[in-house]
């Protein structure tokens, strides 16, 4: 494989085998092409394959073939569909699990996440317990913990989805604007065409299982993005499009 891309899969195939019946093939060939500093988005209906190609890129599951390559030796943070906080540690507590995990020790870990929590609008929850947070403040939690593996390239595996709508959008103005600043790699999954559209830079659309890459749209709509992005005439073109691309790869 070439060395333009900080991640990449080529061929990815995975099945899962099945007691006394023949394996579940769940990815079929899928190839996926990430560039350093970019956000790209993996969309595709529920069931698909998108948390199973999360948990392969994270290392967490071995392919039954293909290809993955990830730049580098400091490897991915990844952020699962059910990413839940600890609700018997504090906020700070939760937030620095992934360094202690790594052989951080517990001082140096939590000064090294301090910085953070002004960012992702924690400032002051610090020694809060989860229940005392609402459901974004949550999933910031979890993201910042995310974050704070200081990983090259983020994995996230539906990060809003459990969020309502107003919240969501709150959160995607929230995270377009904090990766402006960063210039994080993120692989983002979602079945949302609407946050595909709005955050990413380039959409993996998948086919139904077993999932392959039915096509890769290249997202140029202007950065910065933020609320004003929702209006733009070209914005609803790419969400047809996708729309377009998701119907017919289902039928
Ligand atoms: P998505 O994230 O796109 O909704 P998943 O990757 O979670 O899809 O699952 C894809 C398919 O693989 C589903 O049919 C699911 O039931 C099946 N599956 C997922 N994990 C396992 C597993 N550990 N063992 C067997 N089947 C699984
Ligand atoms: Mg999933």
Redesign the pocket.
Known sequence: MTTDYVLETKGLTHE???PGRSP?P?LAGLDLQVREGEIAAVI????????????ILADL?KPSGGEVRVAGERGVAYMP?KDLLFPWRTIEDNAILGLEVAGVKKKAAREQVAPLFAEFGLDGFEYVYPAQLSGGMRQRAALLRTVAMNRPVLLL??PFGALDSLTRTQMQLWLAETWQRHGWTIVL?T?DIREAVFLSDSVHV?SP?P?RVTRRFEIDLPRPRGAGTFALPEFAGLERQLLDTLLGSSS
Do not use: C
């Open positions: 899962y085998a099945r579940l769940v595709g209906p529920s069931g698909s394959g998108k948390s199973t190609l999360l948990n599951d569909q595996d539906e999954v079945h998948l299982r999932a």
